[in-house]
């Protein structure tokens, strides 16, 4: 009976080292993800750094990774020089290797991301040398404030007591939503998509006090939140894929105030383009019985996601917040796309796509034409 104990005891420890091999082997061969010199990404999570010496797999620093929750582990980068040219994969090995020795509970975590990162700013083993090789952890510092802490405070200041109904102190240098949604009490059977991303606050706090204001709580019906890819990086953020999309049919105010606050807790944008045509899209299917399509788009944020205005089946409303300096001629274009209409906090743009070649358009201070079926701004007029 001991001996039978023996061996199965023998077979689990040798599966399970098997297992873990295994792990390290796939960890070190996947593709590498090349940069110039690696910068550290601060905008979400904290880091911890395992240094290695030039073509030694010895780590330092590792007490302060022992201080981690592992579960609070998020990704993992083993940084080093693309420099010499050649195969790294013993060495990357020997580098995965040492980290499952000392830390062995990381590669039994699904959870974890992990990243080849080679650099290739260098021309010789000395100029290699002066680069970081080794681990950058990335981890979830549950004491930390969000890149956007200000933004998710404005709103949580603003709407602290949800019952509230006294917005009079309420003060907005653009009210783009507020006037657009108030000259357009007809729209019904609505489907809010709204950018969440930073600085679109203000505009996120017109569109909860309307609601909360509105007596018909029905004529919202759906709601999409997207902060364009969860704190994604760029290079991860792929069209149609990027993410970061949430959506209620609740009509519950603190439901939709909740949803606000997670969607911008979840990520901020980060970049420059916004995910906007997928977060319709999802929205146009998540709820086909939505009539009125209503886009509150952060006007000075280019479109990511254009190229797949064409999927898009129903007329989009396209509140533009932030145009006071200009219109983004991008979202012209999506409301030509879906046969929408443009809304600013002076006017209502409607049959856009009724436009023929070589009309003139006066938005504003601004004056388009329509070039080859698109608008473009003109000067001089």
Known sequence: MLNKIIIIL??????????????????????????????????????????????????????????????????????????????????????????????????????????????????????????????????????????????????????????????????????????????????????????????????????????????KKDKIIHWVFFNDGDFKTEDQKKIGNTGGIYDTKSDSFEVVLNLSLETMMNGNGGDAAENDVEALLKGIKLCPECEDIVLIADNNSPIRDLELAKEITKPIKIILCGSSLGVNTQFLDLAIQTKGSIHTIEEDLQNLVDLSEGQILKIGKQTFKVVNGKIVAIKGM
């Not at 790294?88 to 830390?103: A, D, P």
């Not at 059977?189 to 679109?200: E, F, N």
Request: hydrophobic letters at 35%.
């Open 10 to 215: 023998c077979l689990s420890i040798s599966l399970t080292c098997f297992a873990q091999q295994n792990k390290i082997k796939d960890i070190a061969s996947q593709p590498n993800k090349f940069v110039s010199t690696y910068q550290i990404d601060t905008r979400v999570y904290s880091t911890i750094m395992l240094p290695m010496s030039y073509g030694n797999c010895n780590m330092q620093n590792t007490s302060e990774l022992r201080k981690i929750n592992p579960n609070l582990i998020k990704r993992i980068d083993l940084v080093y020089t693309a420099f010499p040219i050649g195969d790294f994969n013993e060495l990357t090995e020997k580098r995965i290797q040492s980290l499952y020795t000392n830390f062995p509970n990381l590669f039994s975590n699904p959870q974890i991301e992990w990243n080849l990162v080679a650099q290739s700013n260098c021309q010789d083993i000395e100029g290699a040398k002066l680069l970081y090789h080794g681990f950058v952890i990335y981890y979830i510092d549950i004491n930390k404030k969000p890149a956007n802490y200000s933004d998710i405070n404005y709103i949580k200041e603003r709407f602290k007591d949800p019952n509230n109904t006294d917005f009079s102190k309420f003060v907005f240098k653009d009210s783009s939503v507020l006037k657009t949604l108030s000259r357009n009490a007809d729209w019904s059977k609505i489907l809010v998509v709204a950018d969440l991303t930073g600085s679109m606050s203000p505009y996120v706090a017109q569109l909860l006090m309307w609601y909360r204001l509105n007596t």
